[in-house]
């Protein structure tokens, strides 16, 4: 358990030292995963950016997902669930979700570009892996842009998701694994879902941050 999501990154930060000061670029995956992924960068004084990686959600149930679209067009579809929804709403859902990656990378990472990943070591955060689409798609991604080595780091995932992650990339990095795993905000004491703003002001701090180690 815990306490909320400053804890959890900095006890994932302690799980990742082996990468302090090292050649490596932290992706926060919005929203949670920009705290998360924060407190990790700093403690590992590597560069720290975002990743814009959306759900793609059932019709019927919009908290379950059939699968996720990163903001390159990378997706990555659950086949069992997908099934159940037709071709045109299928891409109806993607028109909606590349809509909103692109409103997060104007708002969030205020328009710039994605950090070039080629031959780079890029540890992919998250705040918990649930159903794990969003960082499927996310690694999906780092392929595509030729990343050199791809490390998935977050406090909580499900055992099951956690071992097709870890198939997928060259280096799975979870802090727990519950047994009755339902839900990433079972893991946590304190937990709400973090509003753009809170987003914001967390990439201020580290401009801020960085402009004065530079200085």
């Not at 000061?21 to 590992?44: H, M, N, S, T």
């Not at 799975?172 to 304190?190: M, S």
């Amino acid at each position: 358990m815990f306490e909320d999501r400053k804890d959890a990154g900095q006890k994932l930060a302690l799980a990742l030292g082996k990468y302090k000061d090292q050649d490596v670029i932290v992706l926060g995956i919005p929203r949670g995963g920009v705290e998360v992924g924060y407190y990790v960068a700093k403690f590992l004084h590597v560069r720290f950016s975002m990743v814009i990686s959306r759900k793609l959600p059932l019709p019927h149930d919009p908290e379950a997902g059939f699968g996720a679209i990163s903001e390159d067009g990378s997706t990555f579809m659950i086949e069992r669930a997908a099934q159940w929804v037709s071709g045109e709403e299928i891409e109806e859902i993607k028109q909606v979700q590349r809509r909103e990656i692109a409103r997060r990378i104007q708002m969030l990472r205020k328009g710039r570009p994605l950090s070039d990943l080629k031959g780079k070591t890029v540890i992919l955060v998250d705040d918990g892996i649930a159903m794990g689409v969003t960082m499927r798609a996310a690694i999906q991604l780092c392929g595509r842009k030729k990343a050199g080595k791809v490390v998935v780091a977050a406090p909580v995932a499900g055992e099951d998701v956690a071992k097709e992650i870890a198939e997928t990339v060259d280096e799975l990095v979870v802090l727990e694994t519950p047994v009755f795993f339902h839900a990433v905000a079972q893991a946590y004491r304190h937990w709400y879902d973090v509003p753009d703003k809170e987003v914001l002001a967390i990439m201020d701090r580290w401009e801020k941050e960085e402009a004065l180690r530079r200085a």
